[in-house]
């Protein structure tokens, strides 16, 4: 149980369906993020909520669009994806304030593109 | 431009040695350094972290050292035990904003028992 839930864990969907993912947390964070983990590549941060204000949008195109309705809540709205977009899409919480603070993950959604 | 490197992708060491996992990062604003350890079908989970204040920091068995200088960081496991088989993350932010933080490509440790 790592406090953060993540659903579905796995998604194939089609380049014109219409999906969404959902990320949960309960350790009292106020911030949460969205990144997108590709085969051989870093770990990319995409979406970073702080007190549900968008505070970085990390040049993530329109067809994916976050949404932020209280601090414990985050879903990622898919559109219209391409091929490439299939990666595992991991969801992270942390508590902002002075000083640093690890981010907790989830076990993440792997999203595959037809 | 990466801005974080693990430059090797894997480590294999048999158990009871020292594992030695190695991080060079090019941004010298970077100020708090933290190590993610994963395992298949599982997200990251924090291990343990730096603030680039000290050189040194210990949880257990685990050792972050961190060489402001060089620009480097490196995480000691001692001794190693096969439950340690797993990608370890090394990443990176800037002036405290740990809401930005910069991954590494991660190495994959196999501990042989």
């Known amino acids: 149980e790592t406090g953060v839930t993540q659903t579905p864990r796995h998604l194939v969907m089609g380049m014109t369906n219409k999906k969404s993912l959902k990320c949960e947390q309960h350790?009292?964070?106020?911030?949460m993020y969205w990144y997108k983990q590709s085969a051989k590549k870093p770990l990319e941060l995409m979406f970073v909520y702080n007190f549900k204000e968008q505070t970085e949008n990390n040049s993530v195109p329109s067809r994916f669009s976050p949404e932020c309705p209280n601090s414990s809540h985050l879903f990622l709205h898919l559109h219209t994806l391409q091929p490439e977009d299939s990666a595992l899409y991991l969801c992270a919480s942390s508590q902002v304030k002075q000083g640093n603070q690890p981010q907790h993950f989830g076990d993440g959604t792997r999203l595959s593109i037809l | 431009d990466q801005q974080v490197k693990q430059n090797s992708p894997s480590l294999s060491v048999q158990e009871g040695r020292i594992s030695i996992l190695n991080c060079d990062y090019t941004?010298?604003?970077?100020?708090?350094f933290l190590w993610y350890k994963k395992y298949p079908a599982e997200g990251p989970t924090f291990l343990i972290s730096?603030?680039?204040?000290?050189d040194k920091n210990e949880d257990g068995r685990f050792t972050v050292f961190l060489n402001k200088s060089a620009k480097h960081l490196s995480l000691h496991i001692v001794p190693s035990q096969p439950g340690d088989s797993a990608v370890y993350f090394c990443?990176?932010?800037?002036?405290?904003?740990?809401?930005?933080?910069?991954f590494g490509k991660g190495t994959k440790l196999t501990v042989n028992p």
């Open positions: 350790l009292g964070h106020n911030a």
């Open positions: 990443a990176a932010s800037v002036q405290g904003g740990s809401e930005k933080l910069v």
């Open positions: 730096i603030s680039s204040i000290k």
């Open positions: 941004n010298s604003m970077f100020d708090y």
